[in-house]
């Protein structure tokens, strides 16, 4: 392999998505890609992330576990109604679903009687990919640097950290971590790591860390990070030309 890509944070933009590999010029034979998590919901085009997701994951892409992912599992497999109403409702989980061809209230009767898991079984779609995000892992661990979706516990051996703290932690990690590897991550949108509301570029920490969420689905841009150059490959929404 002669080069790892990585990409976070697509959340559904499928055509940022498609536009980025291109550009990037990925080849399934000579690069390694790395994905690391969130692939859905916000966007409008969740399913298509996550069908493209696994024809990529069977050619030999590594794909990591994202917040949102394990949202929508817990959502979909326990049936608890608040587990379901904090995904739909304040995580952009009614995108995804729309991004099947439903709505709410097509849930709403399975929700009512607790039969929402065995319901979920007789979508096939949503099935397969909830089958294909059980297969996604926590983070990669390299000779010199770390993949992973949120962050690491600073302090904390990896092997004794509770997986969702992978997933979920924020300034906690940005601030605390002194480790000697490089962390590549998502999850927390550039700008906020920038502290400037119009930056998305990748945010480089001085404390070893990288953040490459550039917030695509808010407006701002999906990158790509090559390792170990470091170089950056970009895409965003093209904006519309003003017409006189």
């Not at 690069?31 to 409008?44: A, M, S, V």
Request: net charge negative.
């Amino acid at each position: 392999m002669d080069r790892i890509l990585a990409i976070s944070d697509i959340h559904g933009e499928l055509d940022l998505f498609e536009e980025l590999l291109l550009k990037a010029k990925y080849d399934t034979m000579q690069d390694q890609l790395f994905l690391l998590g969130d692939y859905i919901d916000r966007g409008p085009s969740s399913s298509g992330v996550l069908n493209l997701v696994g024809e990529l994951q069977t050619k030999g892409a590594r794909v990591l576990l994202g917040n949102h992912e394990a949202l929508m599992l817990k959502a979909c497999r326990s049936g608890h109604p608040k587990s379901w109403n904090h995904w739909v409702k304040l995580c952009g989980g009614h995108a995804t679903l729309a991004s099947y061809g439903y709505q709410l209230d097509d849930f709403k009767e399975a929700i009512e009687n607790d039969t929402l898991p065995s319901f979920i079984q007789t979508l096939p779609k949503l099935e397969e990919h909830l089958q294909l995000i059980e297969t996604f892992n926590i983070y990669i661990e390299l000779e010199d640097v770390i993949f992973v979706h949120g962050g690491v516990v600073p302090g904390v051996a990896m092997t004794e950290t509770d997986p969702m703290q992978f997933l979920w932690i924020r300034e906690q990690f940005h601030a605390g971590y002194q480790g000697e590897k490089t962390i590549i991550f998502g999850h927390t949108p550039t700008y906020k790591l920038h502290q400037n509301p119009t930056e998305h570029s990748v945010f480089f920490g001085e404390n070893n860390i990288i953040g490459i969420d550039g917030g695509a689905v808010f407006g701002g841009q999906l990158h790509a990070i090559e390792w170990p150059s470091r170089q950056i490959i970009s895409v965003e929404r093209k904006k519309p030309t003003s017409v006189e």
